[in-house]
């Protein structure tokens, strides 16, 4: 390495991180060095093994990689670097310059290329140029992301995902929603049953007043957080003088959701005197606030949720069968993210640009790596729980993607043996294999013939990368 004057780094640039790959001591350290002493975040690694695994644990702007590396070639860890993240800025460094060592590194994916010994002024000159470039490409990604957002439907509320499960559920939704049909919303707790209602009430209010002149409000109450004695207050009103601190009249949600919509969520948890009154609600349009001798009338939808199964809580008398009926008129079903697993990037890229916004932060995407945790994952508090997850990641993460660092360690556990210690790439490995021999099975027929064409499809893949997957991860059918 010949050190110069080294050219002046904007500040803006300064303190990127740079990861610094070769086997020979006295260049890395060196490098690190004069890195640091320029203002930036330097680490070094020996080998490429040992860079790609640190960089499965941090995140480098660039990274400064050696051709000839014990192990691993230069290029293979180019490779496996841009696996980890396609948006990873690499300058490759080699003492045996050629043509066509240059053209193989600039195929692979390398940005560019430096001669050994180093000059620092070049050395500076490029770092200077890749930043700036990767800094705009993360900037137009960031843009990218937003409009993204901007253009998901309101009509879908929220409701993110284009597997067969969720596009059944928003077909059924845009044709009940318009109604003003009781609806029963079902499903484990996290799956978006609050998001399907909001869906239900924004469809309504287009067709009952498409100019919004007259807007019905959408009010949500939980049924299990509420004391008993306060619930019936809450849902009807009172009277001035119905009770002790009555010093006024009080409207209940029913009368104040105007024409809108009122949900009831964790109905199964509403106390059986209270149910009584709500079918009432339902079949006469009326109620009677707590000390009132005359009904009033309302005319808000009701929707409700619950994550019971009300038949069992009919059979055991927690329910009224026929408060049961009336709201069973049209009953959905919000699907456990386990099983809508192809949904899973898609949703987290939407839940991560939310997050992203909301703390501030510059992320522009999701690793391969992680994403393939988070693909694998059981996800027993459904999105809920994918949302906090990524929410983490946001707060922690140093970005410009998420990483399998960011994660929480018992996402990254092995499921099958919680004490087991494996290094990454065999994990992602494993995770990968089984991805892909699940969605092969939703693609098989009860012959055994598997639609492999439906499969890439479902992965967002071409066909030929899925054999290609298939080959390298020792799954059967390829031919």
Known sequence: MTKGQGKEMPEDLRG???????????????LVECLIAEGFQAAGAASGEEGVDLASRRSFEL???????????????????????????????????TVETAVTAFQRGAQDYLMKPVLL???????????????????????RMQV??????????????????????????????????????????????????????????????????????????????????????????????????ADRDQLGIFTHAGPGTVF???IAEMPLATQA?????????????????????????????TNKELTTEVAAGRF?????????????????????REDIPELAEYLLGRHTREQGRTFTGISRDAMLLLTAAQWKGNVRELDNVLERAVILGDGPLVLPADLPPDLRQDEEDPDAVEGLVEAVRRFEKRHLERVLALCSDESGSTDKKEAARRLGIALSSLYRRMGELGIGGVN
């Open 16 to 30: 990127a991180r740079i990861l610094v790959i070769d086997d020979e001591k006295l260049i890395r350290e060196s």
């Open 148 to 245: 993204r957002q901007m253009e998901r439907t309101d009509g879908e509320g929220g409701l993110v995902g284009s597997g067969p499960a969720m596009r059944g559920l928003k077909s059924l939704l845009a044709r009940v929603g318009p109604t003003k049909s009781t609806v029963l919303i079902q499903g484990e707790s996290g799956t978006g049953k609050e998001l399907a209602a909001r869906a239900l009430h924004d469809l309504a209010e287009k067709k009952r007043d498409p100019d919004g002149r007259r807007p019905g409000r959408f009010l949500a109450i939980n049924c299990a957080a509420i004391p008993a004695d306060l619930l019936e207050n809450q849902l009807f009103g009172h009277r001035k003088g119905a009770f002790t601190g």
């Open 63 to 97: 990274v400064l990689c050696d051709m000839q590396l014990p192990g691993i070639t230069g290029i293979e860890t180019l490779e496996r670097l841009l696996r980890l993240d396609p948006s990873q800025m690499v300058l490759l460094m080699t003492a045996y310059g």
């Open 264 to 266: 009831l969520d964790e």
């Open 121 to 143: 002024d070049e050395l500076f000159g490029k770092l200077r140029r890749l930043l700036e470039q990767r800094a705009t490409r993360l900037e137009n990604q960031a843009l």
């Open 320 to 340: 009224r069968e026929d408060l049961f009926y009336r709201l069973n008129i049209v009953s959905l079903t919000m699907p456990p993210l386990r099983e809508r």
């Open 277 to 305: 009154k709500l079918l009432r609600a339902i079949e006469e349009k009326e109620v009677l606030p707590v000390g009132a001798t005359e009904p009033v009338k309302v005319e808000a939808r009701i929707l409700a949720a």
